[in-house]
């Protein structure tokens, strides 16, 4: 296996999906991307765009409401 972190995350995205694209951005700010097919990833950063721009709205039912607030404290997390 490479020792390229790029090019493993590739090997892992070939075998599970039909198509990807896989943009990272690396501490110096400079970007990289490695695609299956052309035509597939721009589909993919239009549909990717387009969900950015205008995100589903929740429904009430669809926040856990009791699991985002919980007032217990595991005393095996806590560092009082």
């Known amino acids: 296996m490479s020792d390229n972190p790029l ?3 590739q090997g892992i995205a070939g075998e599970h999906f039909e198509n990807y694209i896989i943009l990272v951005v690396h501490p110096d ?3 990289e991307y490695v695609y299956d097919n052309v035509y597939a990833a721009r589909g993919l950063l239009e549909m990717a765009r387009a969900e950015m721009i205008n995100p589903p709205a929740l429904e009430e039912d669809d926040i856990d409401w009791d699991g985002a607030w919980n007032d217990e404290i595991d005393d095996e997390d806590s560092d009082f």
Request: proline share 0%.
């Open 7 to 9: 090019e493993q995350i």
């Open 29 to 31: 700010l400079e970007m």
